[in-house]
């Protein structure tokens, strides 16, 4: 018989999950993918397809997965099937159990919670940080999971002990991420708890069972270790807003026609969701990031706007531009000349940033300006609810990870940007021409200071 290696593992998402369903309906644009219970899931080929690429990349070879090969005369197959069977990540409901059964009759209050999961809003945008009236420029949106959400999953290995200590080593990793929109800051999760066992006789392998309720027989609780970024550096920013800002929700309230973007939490001590929480989305920061390394890497590269003409100007811009490519990614298309599939994924991964509200909103007022008279324009006024600088601790704190290797020119005009944003040079968030959404702070790499800004002083 042979030997598995099996863990059950419990996880617990830091930041909001999207883990997509393929499809649409007439609410979203990207639902995620839900069970039978209509409780979000994550699939096992979608965390094995993860492992297996962070396993090939740590170690060079991923034949534990499975392959398939011919010998060198192309007649007999060598081919093998995967050592590694790794279960569905089933949502935990307030008493930390999964439901592998129909519940959808007896929900508890707290599943119910997830029959009505965050929206996030999205606007692509065109070179020059505005948004356009095509298609290809166009207001989308995804649901995600709450951040704090908690999931259970299975993992066997047959055999192979070391590639099994392996693979939990791997989970464990501050790059590791589940989902999609990993490089817009959704998908990163702790490990919080993983158990473990062996079984090498038929008469161990009659007492398993697969389901994730029970106990593993012979249980051992794995000691959790911190586990570096060995192929990322960590960039941290520190930052607090000099006076006001707004990553706008694109909705209104009682106070206000525009208001910021608030997200609840699962909280499982509470059984139930937080209150609303202030959230820097990292799809906005990046965006400002992107713009901003762009103007740094044409600057070093002496490509001027005023020298090129508007066609010119569009092949060092976006995904034309080299840093963007080697850091940010670009979409998949097909190259004309040689028809092979383009695309590459962004070596970059940041993340949602959550505060505890407690904070005074300000609420500004506005009104809209004829421009041939230079009076107002009736029933035009409008108001905008932002976040107030809350006092000496009122600090936010940015994680962003880059991996290694990438030119240093490219890196050196990434970290100029994240340079601008702890000097207050480069504003984030909504209203920026209005003043709104300057920052100041400490920006280090790796746990170095590499700028700081005496926020006191300014």
Not at 132 to 154: H, L, N, P, R
């Amino acid at each position: 018989m042979k030997t598995r290696y099996i863990a059950h593992i419990t996880i617990e998402a830091q930041t909001p999950l999207k883990v997509g369903s393929n499809s649409s309906d007439f609410l979203q644009d990207s639902p995620i993918q839900k069970d039978w219970n209509g409780l979000p899931m994550i699939l096992g080929t979608s965390i094995a397809g993860v492992l297996r690429k962070h396993y090939r990349d740590e170690y060079k070879n991923d034949d534990l997965f499975g392959f398939q090969r011919m010998d060198e005369k192309k007649e007999n197959d060598l081919s093998e099937g995967s050592k590694v069977i790794l279960s569905n990540a089933l949502l935990l409901d307030e008493n930390k159990k999964v439901n592998e059964g129909f519940v959808e009759k007896s929900k508890s209050s707290f599943l119910k919670l997830f029959d009505n999961l965050p929206i996030r809003e999205h606007t692509k945008i065109d070179h020059r940080g505005v948004t356009g009236s095509s298609k290809e420029f166009s207001k989308f949106d995804e649901e995600v999971v709450y951040k704090g959400t908690q999931f259970k999953f299975s993992i066997e290995v047959l055999e192979d002990e070391a590639s099994f200590k392996k693979l939990l080593e791997l989970l464990q990793s501050p790059s590791f991420r589940l989902g999609g929109g990993t490089t817009k800051g959704f998908g990163k999760f702790k490990v919080l708890e993983i158990n473990k066992t062996t079984i090498e006789t038929a008469e161990q392998l009659a007492e398993y069972s697969s389901s994730l309720k029970s106990e593993l027989i012979n249980n051992r609780r794995v000691d959790l270790s911190t586990v570096e970024a060995k192929n990322h550096n960590i960039y941290t920013l520190k930052i607090k807003p000099d006076d006001f800002f707004m990553f706008g929700s694109g909705f209104g309230d009682t106070d206000a026609d525009q208001t910021p973007v608030y997200e609840k939490v699962v909280d499982y001590d509470l059984k139930d969701l937080t209150a609303k929480q202030i959230l820097i989305p990292a799809s906005s920061v990046k965006g400002a990031l992107s713009h901003r390394t762009v103007f740094y890497y044409n600057k070093n590269q002496k490509i001027y706007a005023d020298k090129l003409n508007k066609e010119e100007q569009k092949q060092y811009v976006d995904e034309n531009n080299d840093a963007v490519n080697a850091i940010f990614g670009h979409k998949k298309e097909i190259d004309k000349d040689s028809q092979k599939e383009l695309g590459q994924k962004g070596k970059l991964l940041i993340s949602d940033c959550f505060k505890v509200d407690q904070h005074q909103a300000k609420v500004f007022d506005h009104v809209t300006i004829d421009r041939f008279t230079g009076g107002a324009i009736d029933g035009h006024l409008f108001q905008e609810k932002t976040i107030a600088n809350n006092g000496d601790d009122d600090w936010y704190e940015l994680e962003i990870l880059l991996e290694k290797g990438i030119d240093e020119v490219f890196v050196e005009a990434f970290e100029k940007a994240l340079n601008d944003v702890c000097s207050g040079m480069l504003a984030l968030g909504g209203a920026t021409t209005k003043g709104h959404g300057v920052f100041s702070g400490t920006l280090l790499k790796d746990g170095v200071v590499l700028y700081e800004e005496d926020c006191n002083g300014r």
